[in-house]
């Protein structure tokens, strides 16, 4: 079985401010973790992946993600946040020949 | 990564109706997934369409809700039957954007925004 927990619904930042969105995961096997973006009015895009090669993913526009397999977590950061960022963000979790398995999503919100 | 297409955009149905999506895929694929994507849920598999033969339906949704159609392999339909107001939802259509890669990382369309009234 497999499961994925994002904290947070809703996440506001200021313009410049430091991205952090949390995501910590459950598998039975070796993960593949993912992160997916989607911006008002369209699909889900990929944004990083992380299928057991670099800890440390870099990903499209800034962003990366670690695994952390000892905290079974695959937070999502930027260091800077531009408004353009403002989105809803999914964690997503794979492993085995189990299917992909989303969380319920983080709405990142930008103060200017 | 293959490129999709899915219509309607968005549509306002009344209870009882059916409503039928379609997905178009610039390449041919093996499989299409079909998503719903409730407000303040995760997305949810409804079922995995193969060309030449019947979709495989995940727990809780089934075939006379939810009929699936895959005449070839760019192409898939997904009619939401006899609406009532708790099928708004978003429905989404996805492949597999590395085939072979072994990584299920999946590639999704705009989806297609019911509301049900």
């Known amino acids: 079985a497999q499961s994925v927990t994002q904290l947070g619904s809703h996440v506001s930042v200021s313009e410049g401010a430091l991205v952090l969105l949390r995501c910590n995961y459950s598998s039975s096997v070796p993960p593949y973790l993912f992160w997916y973006v989607q911006y008002p009015n369209q699909g889900l895009q990929l944004l990083l992946k992380?299928?057991?090669?670099?800890?440390l993913v870099k990903g499209i526009n800034g962003f990366e993600a670690e695994f952390k397999k000892s905290e079974t977590s695959f937070h999502l950061t930027k260091p800077s946040a531009h408004m353009s960022d403002a989105a809803e963000y999914f964690c997503?979790?794979?492993?085995?020949?189990?299917?992909?398995?989303f969380g319920i999503g983080t709405k990142l919100q930008v103060i200017p | 990564s293959a490129v999709i297409s899915q219509k309607p955009s968005r549509d306002i149905c009344q209870r009882g109706t059916s409503l039928t999506i379609q997905c178009q895929v610039d390449s041919q694929v093996t499989m299409m997934f079909w998503y719903r994507q409730q407000p303040g849920q995760s997305l949810t598999l409804i079922a995995t369409a193969n060309q030449g033969s019947e979709a495989t339906y995940e727990s809780g949704f089934v075939i006379d809700k939810f009929p699936i159609s895959r005449p070839n392999l760019t192409f898939s339909t997904l009619t939401v039957s006899n609406m009532s107001p708790e099928d708004s939802s978003i429905y989404l259509c996805?492949?597999?954007?590395?085939?072979?890669?072994?990584?299920?990382?999946?590639?999704f369309g705009a989806g297609s925004r019911l509301t049900v009234l």
């Open positions: 992380y299928t057991s090669a670099a800890t």
């Open positions: 996805s492949v597999e954007g590395e085939p072979g890669s072994g990584a299920n990382v999946l590639t």
């Open positions: 997503a979790v794979s492993g085995g020949y189990q299917k992909v398995t």
